[in-house]
């Protein structure tokens, strides 16, 4: 589904948000042909910012899509708010409980209904002392393997100088240079028809994640660290450090 149709309240979101991040950010979109005017596909992210759905969000609705992000469920009982989130087609998800396959099935019937879901497979902002990506869970892979849907990759950078997780720091300051590039689906065809097992679905999710990392690198420049072990363990690990 694209964003067209989309309604009172979602265009109330967009009239509500998209002029403050209008204000907020100087943009630099790329990619955005990779991301299918039509029908399900899953937008797997970096997470390095607070302020990541704003302008991933931006992009998304730039590119021509209506932007679906995962919430926790407890958000979605506040009274007003939760409604509010319902009616722009946010999805509730259940985590670190047993209703949690609930949320795999609201995410399957998302997407059987042309969704387009964004997820940060790392599942918070990134610990990694540059915010380079960390290593994703699987919930991003298992979605794929079930629905067929194509995967596609952005990179971010700059929504931590809106708000650095770090210091817990908002900068409120206008036109603050932000880059989000998509790249083309993640070719996962190797796994097609494949039983979800822990290792299929963490081969996926590495594949994943280190094509989102070689795309930040792309925006930043330099060399990452291994997607599959953190900076902090690599400099532990080092001869000279254990001296």
Known sequence: MGRRRLGFWR????????????VWTRRTWRGMEYLPQDGPVIIVANHISHADPLVSAHFVYDAGRWPQFLGKASVFKVPVIGW???????IPVERGSVDAVKSLDALVKALSEGA?????????????????????KTGAARLALTTGA??????MW??????????????PRPRIPVTVVAGPPVDLSHWAGSAPSRQVLEEMTDVIMLRVRDLLAEIRGGTPPPLWQRTSRANADRPEAAS
Not at 84 to 90: K, S
Not at 117 to 133: F, K, M, N
Not at 150 to 155: F, H, K
């Open 116 to 136: 387009a879901v964004i997820i940060y497979p790392e599942g918070t902002t990134s610990r990694e002392p540059d915010l380079w990506p960390m290593k994703g």
């Open 84 to 90: 509010i989130l319902h009616r722009c087609r946010q």
């Open 11 to 22: 265009r109330f979101a967009v009239v509500l948000v998209k002029p403050v991040v209008t």
């Open 150 to 155: 194509p995967v596609v990759p952005v990179a």
């Open 158 to 171: 700059g929504p931590e100088q809106m708000f650095d997780p770090r210091r817990a720091r908002l900068n």
